[in-house]
């Protein structure tokens, strides 16, 4: 299975942005998607943005639609998510996955491996 590390989260005025990076080690091939999600206090777990492997194109959240871009380093086994025009909310952690199978990649019931999130907050 796959090992994901997440990093880049960090607190930001609203209207700034964020990277958040989702480095990939052991068993990095054969997957369908990877993506981002987000969880806040006393939320479900909702998809943000994934990427389907192999030029599948991208996905995103309603919300998030033209402030965020998801993108792969595919040399470093990296996932990346640019965070534009940041919006106040609750804080969320920030979640990398994978799924190995074919799936709708933006439901978190469809994906496989997870990393430990990296927190996100935006502040007024």
């Known amino acids: 299975q796959v090992q994901l590390t997440e990093s880049g989260g960090g607190s930001v005025q609203a209207g700034g942005s964020l990277r958040l990076s989702c480095a990939a080690s052991?068993?990095?091939?054969?997957?369908?998607?990877m993506g981002w999600f987000r969880q806040a206090p006393g939320k479900e777990r909702e998809g943000v943005a994934v990427l389907y492997i192999g030029g599948g194109g991208t996905s995103y959240a309603d919300s998030v639609k033209g402030r965020f871009t998801i993108s792969q380093d595919n040399a470093k086994n990296t996932l990346h998510l640019q965070m534009n025009s940041l919006k106040p909310e609750a804080p969320a952690i920030y979640y990398c996955a994978a799924a190995m199978y074919y799936s709708d990649c933006l439901d978190p019931e469809n994906l496989d491996a997870w990393g430990q999130g990296t927190l996100v907050t935006v502040s007024s």
């Open positions: 052991g068993y990095t091939y054969g997957h369908y998607c």
